[in-house]
């Protein structure tokens, strides 16, 4: 077990950097189903020992190859009916490989997530879990973010030091991803934000291992 200080993120915010992901859409890595359930396996055993124990797993050694790599990365707990109940990541990779990441993202979401309650043990088998990886966010226009097709790309919103993140697949509907983008970057509906699009790709349990 690992201290949690160096860990703790802030919630959906991310500073930039001159490095970010690439394109995780082209990334091999992550279209092998064997990675897909390692990646998920991790995310479920570290969301589940922060939320039970305040325990910060040590990443798997050796570290499987599609996990030896840095990345950014969100991970999100899900209701049954759909609706969310917690998420927390970064923009930008700020651990060393995607392992410590995906911890990282984890442990933010089952205890930092200020916008939710602490979550009950009694909740944990039956909340989804998704990892998304994050691809370089893209600056652009505020009419090219009102045309954003929410079901394949995501959108994030600067509003100074603070970030708002809309992931794909959270809504259908294509107005609600700037309206939510200044919500969670804590803008008004006039503030001046800058705009960028994001891709990611989502892993989604469909079983508790």
Sequence with gaps: MRSLAPLLLLLLTALPRAAGSPSPAGDPRWTDSAAQRAVLALARRAFDAYALRREVLDPPRPLPVPLREPAAVFVSAMRPDGSPRCCMGSLYPTQPDAAEEIIASAVAAAGHDRRFPPLRRQELPRLTLIVSFVARPRPITASEAARLDPV???????????????LSG?????ENLPRWGRVRAGAGPTDPVQWFAIRDVRMKETTRP
């Design 152 to 166: 394949r790309e995501g959108l994030a919103v600067q509003n100074g030091d603070r970030w708002g993140v809309v």
């Design 170 to 174: 959270e809504t259908a509907r294509r």
